[in-house]
């Protein structure tokens, strides 16, 4: 099960996500944001981390020249878009992706993840009209996309790795791994002292809650 801790704005709190067993890092790239991050923090806070800790660039409708600016200057391993961008745009960078998908009624992500064959996996996240992420709610587990079985990951069927994110605590993350099955979860606000500001003694308790 891998974790993704996001959202994170300063050195000591990115290697605290480290110790504690975070496979991934994200630094978002949207300025709305309360986790925002400037290209010249980012690439401080990866020029500090130890090897093999995948960096995720988190971004919402961007402009071409914002992602290739922040491209530049930060040595990005993951992209991740949050917003309505097509396949062509997500796939022009050059770097491996994931596509976000909000979960609102009716809604089914694996018909819509068809429209992203490049993606390396696909994070579901709570749909907040007007909010891209971020916004610390939960939706329906139930709604999750099954697991495929091992005889479905050899055969020719399309599969998909699913991101579990949105609203996830180290109170709730247990169930939700049990009801979900998820390639991977993904936290932000769940292990935060303050907007942008993460607690390690938290973080520490979401890995722990994972890996059980």
Same mark, same amino acid.
């Given at each position: 099960? +891998?974790?993704? !801790?996001?959202?994170?704005?300063? !050195?000591?709190?990115?290697?605290? *996500?480290?110790?504690?067993?975070?496979?991934?890092?994200?630094? %978002?790239?949207?300025?709305?944001?309360? &986790?925002? %991050?400037?290209?010249?923090?980012? *690439?401080? #806070? /990866?020029?500090?981390?130890?090897?093999?800790?995948?960096?995720?660039?988190?971004?919402?409708?961007?402009?071409?020249?914002? !992602?290739?600016?922040?491209?530049?200057?930060?040595?990005?391993?993951?992209?991740?878009?949050? @917003?309505?961008?097509?396949?062509?745009?997500?796939?022009?960078?050059?770097?491996?992706? /994931?596509?976000?998908? +909000?979960?609102?009624?009716?809604?089914?992500?694996?018909?819509?993840?068809?429209?992203?064959?490049?993606? &390396?996996?696909?994070?579901?996240?709570?749909?907040?009209? @007007? /909010?891209?992420?971020?916004?610390?709610?939960?939706?329906?587990?139930?709604?999750?996309?099954?697991?495929?079985?091992? &005889?479905?990951?050899?055969?020719?069927?399309?599969?998909?790795?699913? /991101?579990?994110?949105?609203?996830?605590?180290?109170?709730? !993350?247990?169930?939700? #791994?049990?009801?979900?099955?998820?390639?991977?979860?993904? %936290?932000?606000?769940?292990?935060?002292?303050? &907007? @942008? #500001? =993460?607690?390690?003694? =938290?973080?520490?308790?979401?890995?722990?809650? %994972? +890996?059980?």
């Amino acid at each position: 099960m +891998r974790i993704k !801790v996001c959202g994170l704005t300063q !050195v000591d709190d990115a290697l605290a *996500a480290v110790k504690a067993g975070a496979d991934a890092l994200g630094f %978002v790239f949207y300025p709305p944001s309360p &986790r925002a %991050v400037t290209p010249e923090q980012a *690439a401080e #806070i /990866i020029q500090q981390l130890p090897p093999f800790v995948v960096s995720v660039g988190l971004f919402v409708n961007p402009e071409a020249e914002w !992602v290739n600016e922040v491209l530049k200057q930060v040595p990005l391993d993951l992209l991740q878009f949050h @917003g309505d961008e097509p396949e062509a745009f997500c796939q022009s960078f050059g770097r491996p992706y /994931i596509k976000a998908l +909000r979960m609102k009624p009716e809604f089914n992500p694996e018909q819509a993840a068809a429209n992203w064959p490049s993606a &390396r996996g696909f994070l579901l996240d709570t749909y907040t009209p @007007g /909010i891209p992420g971020g916004t610390g709610e939960v939706f329906d587990w139930q709604r999750f996309p099954s697991s495929e079985s091992p &005889r479905d990951k050899l055969s020719s069927k399309k599969s998909y790795n699913w /991101i579990l994110a949105g609203g996830l605590t180290p109170a709730n !993350v247990a169930q939700a #791994i049990q009801i979900t099955q998820p390639y991977a979860v993904d %936290v932000s606000g769940g292990v935060e002292s303050s &907007r @942008g #500001i =993460k607690c390690p003694t =938290k973080i520490h308790a979401f890995v722990k809650a %994972v +890996r059980s």
